[in-house]
């Protein structure tokens, strides 16, 4: 008796499926590395400021976490603000107890002092800043009455 092989069924019958299916939409952010020049030249406006709040509500008519950080600006770098502070949406936070985490993303932390290299300050993204975690630095004093330094969003050298 003769059998015939289940594999090309098989094969045909998942494709046939795979295609009849509605396309669900994977979307994935890569992330180029950039030097601090290339990044500070893709920056609207670049901004040295003092987190003053953090706050995180519902978007996407309530299917996802926007928080919005707010900036008390001490000095524009670059580009042109005329208000004292910014606001800058990141996607993602901590809702009603609901969290949404987006991978990779630092929000700044109110009391957090630094300079902000902004993408363009009229639009929404997921990340507000210029490459990401590139465009995010953190201005530190590591003792009381020393020096300021600069470090990276992360807190690192």
């Known amino acids: 008796m003769y059998l015939p092989n289940p594999v090309p069924r098989l094969a045909a019958l998942f494709a046939t499926l795979v295609l009849a299916c509605p396309a669900i939409q994977v979307q994935a952010t890569t992330i180029v590395q950039r030097d601090i020049r290339e990044v500070a030249e893709g920056a609207a406006l670049v901004v040295e400021g003092t987190v003053t709040?953090?706050?995180?509500?519902?978007?996407?008519?309530?299917?996802?976490i926007a928080t919005t950080v707010t900036v008390a600006i001490d000095e524009v770098l670059k580009g042109s603000?005329?208000?004292?502070?910014?606001?800058?949406?990141?996607?993602g936070?901590?809702?009603?107890?609901?969290?949404?985490?987006?991978?990779?993303?630092q929000i700044p932390?109110?009391?957090?002092?630094?300079?902000?290299?902004?993408?363009?300050?009229?639009q929404r993204f997921v990340h507000p800043?210029?490459?990401?975690?590139?465009?995010?630095f953190i201005v530190v004093t590591?003792?009381?009455?020393?020096?300021?330094?600069?470090?990276?969003g992360n807190g690192k050298a």
């Open 93 to 105: 936070g901590s809702h009603n107890g609901r969290r949404m985490d987006v991978g990779e993303m």
């Open 53 to 64: 709040a953090v706050e995180s509500a519902p978007a996407m008519q309530g299917r996802a």
């Open 142 to 152: 590591d003792v009381p009455g020393g020096e300021e330094t600069v470090r990276a």
């Open 109 to 122: 932390a109110v009391g957090e002092h630094g300079i902000y290299f902004v993408r363009d300050p009229h």
């Open 81 to 91: 603000w005329s208000e004292e502070a910014i606001a800058l949406q990141y996607l």
């Open 129 to 136: 800043l210029k490459g990401w975690e590139q465009g995010h």
